[in-house]
């Protein structure tokens, strides 16, 4: 199982970046891809998922209004477009990932087995 990152940028307070996570070795199918941050100093935190399967998505309140996840399935790669961008969504962002087994899907860090290196993503005008 492979997850790489991509896209992280210096983006301005009120901006966009899309970032992608390039999955390999295992059936896309089959699994929950979630989307991570962790800020300086701080704990990493869930920021969306999907049940790849049947397109379910979740999104952390502080997502909910301003990031969207989408798949490309042809790509194997999941992205996570983020719009109107605030200095507190300064991090670097993970994807991870595990195989689907129950209702839902989590935005807890240790229900994931994979996770790619990250990208650093930094709003500053």
């Known amino acids: 199982v492979q997850l790489v990152e991509s896209g992280g940028d210096l983006a301005q307070p009120g901006g966009s970046l899309r970032l992608s996570c390039e999955a390999s070795?295992?059936?896309?199918?089959?699994?929950?891809i979630a989307w991570f941050r962790q800020a300086p100093g701080k704990e990493r935190e869930g920021v969306a998922c999907i049940i790849i399967a049947d397109d379910i998505k979740y999104y952390s309140s502080s997502a909910a209004e301003r990031f969207r996840l989408f798949v490309d399935r042809a790509k194997s790669t999941i992205y996570l477009q983020m719009n109107d961008l605030e200095v507190e969504d300064t991090a670097v962002y993970y994807c991870?990932?595990?195989?689907?087994?129950?209702?839902?899907?989590?935005?807890?860090?240790?229900?994931?087995?994979?996770w790619g290196p990250g990208t650093q993503a930094t709003v500053s005008s």
């Open positions: 991870a990932t595990v195989r689907h087994s129950g209702p839902g899907c989590p935005l807890q860090n240790d229900q994931y087995d994979y």
């Open positions: 070795g295992f059936t896309l199918e089959s699994n929950i």
